[in-house]
């Protein structure tokens, strides 16, 4: 089934507005849940209140971020078998991540190890910096990426795990990814999974595109052939929005 996850990232700043963003979501998404599953992915502090909203909707919560520990003296940080009380999914390694609070290829690994330990799905994001797509080296940045984040990863996790290739440049830019490049670096990443854990558990993992999703250009993305669905960013914070891409999303995996 394709999956639709929205990234609140850190938005919106005060509950009210958090619950009525879902609300919205939510008069949708019930409605494709056979057809799409849909998570979404607000920031810690909401996650409670949101949970009491989905709570047997069949629409999934995810954490944005996770620790690579259970528990101990880690001041601020939020473990996966805290999260998993509360959700089913959590993304590690997202781009801002690695820019602003430099969160390494190593550390990703650990985490994304851990979270899937606890028993978490998890969205692991890949994708090249500007320089890399007009240097030509995107393949051997994602490359590297996808390799040392699966680094402790084995067929078992195949089911829960989901890498979401998301090129910086087009993230929050307005300058979403030709379909094109997306497709060739999606099979690229399925090759990579495939030589780690084996071609037959690869096929399980599902592949997401992300980078300026909106309602006008989802079906380029989610039409592609090894695209599993997409990670919404900006277009999630507006209800309509992100329910025309879960409808979309849901209207293309029907004719398949
Ligand atoms: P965007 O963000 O849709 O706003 O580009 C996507 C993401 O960062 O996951």
């Not at 502090?45 to 047997?56: I, N, R």
């Not at 995810?62 to 520990?69: L, P, S, V």
């Not at 996966?80 to 690695?98: D, F």
């Not at 985490?111 to 080296?137: F, N, R």
Request: net charge negative; aromatic share 8%; hydrophobic share 45%.
């Amino acid at each position: 089934m394709p999956l639709v996850a929205a990234n609140w990232k850190m938005n919106p700043t005060n509950v009210d507005d958090a619950l009525d963003l879902v609300r919205g979501v939510m008069s949708v998404a019930r409605g494709q849940a056979d057809k799409v599953e849909v998570a979404i992915f607000p920031p810690f502090v909401w996650l409670t209140a949101v949970a009491e909203v989905l709570f047997e909707s069949g629409v999934k919560l995810g954490a944005q971020n996770a620790f690579w520990e259970m528990s101990g003296a880690y001041t601020g940080e939020i473990s996966p078998a805290m999260l998993k009380t509360l959700c089913q999914w959590v993304i590690i390694g997202h781009s801002e991540r690695r820019l602003f609070v430099g969160e390494t290829d190593e550390m990703v690994a650990k985490k994304t190890a851990a979270a899937l330990s606890s028993e978490l799905s998890v969205i692991m994001c890949v994708g090249e910096l500007a320089d890399h797509y007009d240097a030509g080296t995107s393949d051997q940045v994602v490359s590297t990426q996808v390799k040392a984040g699966l680094a402790s990863c084995s067929a078992d996790d195949s089911a829960r795990l989901v890498i979401a290739y998301e090129p910086v440049w087009a993230i929050g830019s307005g300058k979403s990814a030709d379909p094109e490049h997306a497709y060739k670096t999606m099979r690229l990443i399925r090759k990579i999974v495939g030589e780690m854990i084996g071609a037959g558990a690869a096929r399980k993992v599902r592949i997401l595109y992300g980078g300026s999703v909106k309602p006008e250009n989802v079906q380029q993305y989610v039409e592609l052939p090894l695209c599993d669905g997409v990670l919404v960013g900006g277009a999630s914070l507006v209800a309509d929005e992100f329910a025309h891409i879960v409808k979309v999303t849901a209207e293309v995996y029907g004719h398949r």
